[in-house]
Every structure is written in structure tokens, then in C-alpha cells.
């Protein structure tokens, strides 16, 4: 009886068990038949298929096929869609969502919901303008989001004298120009009337009317 024990236990670790899926390898998005695979049209005018097209149970939890960001997540034309940028530059739609469950900015892994499903499922892949099929990718590495590290800017030193506006770039250190006010450019007589470049005196108001308005009020001449 321990003999045949020891052989079922043998037997189990022989067979093993199954690996978890690779976060960082593209996969289907639905465990479902595909009912209407990748048919490229001959030309950008002709019916065709640019992706694949799967029957669903209404509910089924759609998964992102592999690792990225969240580009687009709403309603187009009456349809629920997610769409989801990849490391390597692809981007994946889901289209005819029956409900969404990221919004645009989130980091998603291979596998994690982006929606639920209706009773079918479209899945487009795009490089560029071009359509891909979904099904060679199936097992593809998807590639990473790379880190780049931006240095800390630090505040001045007090051992280091700051610029002052003159030295400073794009400062030339002189007094901005003011510009000089008609009143100021026009010379004027005594009287009140404007001195022309001639001499000669030009166009002021007769001095009865002096003093009968004012700007903004309005009133009478005594």
C-alpha cells in the first residue's frame, strides 16, 4: 500500500504544475470560440475583418492581452471601447464592452480586466495605421516600460552667488523702453492749443466749451 503511494506521489510530481501565465507575454483576452477570425481586406474600401471576433457569455471579464497603459476608455458611436498602449508599440481595442473598468492613465498587467463583455468581443490591434492579426501574437514577448531617471533639481547654494537680472540669460541688464504717451510727445501753448511741428497752433476746442463735459458725466454749460 506505501508503494503505491509513493508511486501516485512520484507520478504527481512528474506531471507538475501548470506554469502561471507570463505577465509580460501577450494572451487572448477571453477563454471563448472565435467566431469570426482575422480577414484583412484587399483594400482599405472592401468589407473584411481587422481583428478577431469572439462569442461571449454577456459578463465575461475581458483581460488585456499584455502589460501597458490605458490610452482611451468610453463610448464611440454608441459602443463601450478600451484601448491599451504597449511597450513595444502596439495598441489593442476592445471593442463592445458591456461595462469598463479602467480609466484612461491606468497601468494594466496581461490578464488584469479592463471590462466585462456583452455577447461578443472585437479585438483589433493596431502598429500605426496598420491592423495586425491578434492570434500571432499569442505567447510574444510584449516587451517592458523602461524607467528613466530625471536628476533632482536642487535649490541655490548660499556659498553660490546668485545671477542678478542683469546677468542673467535673456536679461541685457538696461531699462525696459517706455513708450512716451501722446500728451508728453505733443507740445502745447498756453492757451491749451497743440503746437504742430510748424509752429503753428491746430485744432483745439473754442474756450466756451472748456469745462462743459466731463469723462464719464454728463451735464449742461452755464
Do not use: C, K
Request: positive net charge.
Amino acid at each position: 500500500m506505501s508503494a503505491l503511494l509513493v508511486v501516485a506521489v512520484a507520478a504527481s510530481l512528474l506531471v507538475g504544475v501548470p506554469a502561471a501565465p507570463d505577465p509580460d507575454r501577450y494572451r487572448p483576452p477571453v477563454e471563448a470560440p472565435v467566431v469570426d477570425p482575422f480577414r484583412p481586406p484587399p483594400a482599405p474600401w472592401l468589407p473584411g475583418n481587422r481583428g478577431i471576433e469572439y462569442a461571449t457569455p454577456p459578463g465575461t471579464p475581458v483581460g488585456a492581452i499584455g502589460p501597458g497603459t490605458v490610452s482611451f476608455a468610453g463610448p464611440v458611436a454608441g459602443r463601450r471601447i478600451v484601448t491599451v498602449f504597449h511597450p513595444d508599440g502596439l495598441r489593442s481595442s476592445y471593442v463592445g464592452l458591456a461595462a469598463i473598468g479602467v480609466a484612461p492613465g491606468a497601468r494594466v498587467r496581461a490578464g488584469q480586466p479592463v471590462g466585462l463583455s456583452g455577447d461578443r468581443l472585437h479585438l483589433g490591434v493596431r502598429r500605426g495605421d496598420a491592423y495586425l492579426d491578434p492570434a500571432s501574437l499569442w505567447g510574444r514577448a510584449a516587451g517592458r516600460w523602461r524607467v528613466h531617471l530625471v536628476p533632482w533639481r536642487t535649490a541655490p547654494s548660499r556659498d553660490r552667488p546668485s545671477l542678478g537680472r542683469a546677468e542673467r540669460p535673456g536679461y541685457s541688464g538696461r531699462p525696459a523702453h517706455r513708450p512716451v504717451s501722446r500728451h508728453q510727445a505733443t507740445p502745447r501753448l498756453p492757451n491749451g492749443r497743440l503746437r504742430s511741428a510748424g509752429g503753428a497752433s491746430v485744432g483745439a476746442p473754442p474756450n466756451r466749451w472748456r469745462g462743459a463735459f466731463r469723462v464719464g458725466t454728463r451735464r449742461h454749460h452755464e
